[in-house]
Structure formats: C-alpha cells, structure tokens
C-alpha cells in the first residue's frame, strides 16, 4: 500500500496555535469541513484538537467554549507518524489507540492530517479501479 502522506499531500494543512479559544478552534474546523486540527505553540506540533475533545472535554462538563483554551482540552503530545509510513501501518495504529485522525510529522513540524475517512475513501477507489480492470 501507498504511503499515508500520498493522502494528503495535495491538502492544505490546517492548524490552530494552542492559546486559542475552544470557540476558535470549533468555528475554524466548521469553516473548513475538518474534524481535527494539529495544534502548534511557536511553530511546533504540541497536541491534537478534536471534535471529541469539543464533546468530552468541554460540553459534556460544562466548559465555556468561549474562555476555554485549546491548550486545556487538547491530547497532548500526539502520537504522529513520518510522511512514509505504510496506510496499513497507520490504520493498525488509529484502530489500536482509537484515533481517527493520525497527524503526520517530521519531527515536530507537521506535514499533514490523515483521517479514516481518507483511508476508507481510497479503499473504495482501488476496489472500483480493480473491479473495473477485471471487468475489462
């Protein structure tokens, strides 16, 4: 299988800095059709900021989204992987820790954001290119 950065390498990275407010970050991920943001603090990767985080974090305990900073709510220090990192690889890992999003790093500076619905969208795509191949 292809390597994760093969997914994303054509997309935009998004990222939010870590002093931001929760509404910030909710809003940000609305205006761009995301689920999760890499979080930086001067640059550099420091957590992941999730729609779970949103949920379990701050709704669900009654946080203000508007006072809240991302840094109090985030998963720091993220679990990453490098730009050639197999899918299969990255799938075992999402599915052993329970991540939908795994952040792609090289060091501490992020190159992009794999969701399992990227995963699953090329899945897809390969089984209908065989299917059709077959047919031919």
Known sequence: MAP???LVKDRRVYSID???TVLEGA???MEHNIGALPVLRNGELVGIFSERDIMNRVVAVG???GTTQISEVMTHNPKTVSPDES???CLFLMREFG???VLIADGKQ???LAS???ILLRYISQQESEKRRMAV
């Open 27 to 29: 809003r940000y991920m």
């Open 4 to 6: 994760i950065f093969d």
């Open 18 to 20: 870590a002093d931001r």
């Open 99 to 101: 991540f939908r999003h």
């Open 63 to 65: 946080r203000l989204p």
């Open 116 to 118: 399992l619905r990227d």
């Open 110 to 112: 992020v190159k992009g």
């Open 87 to 89: 899918i299969e690889d």
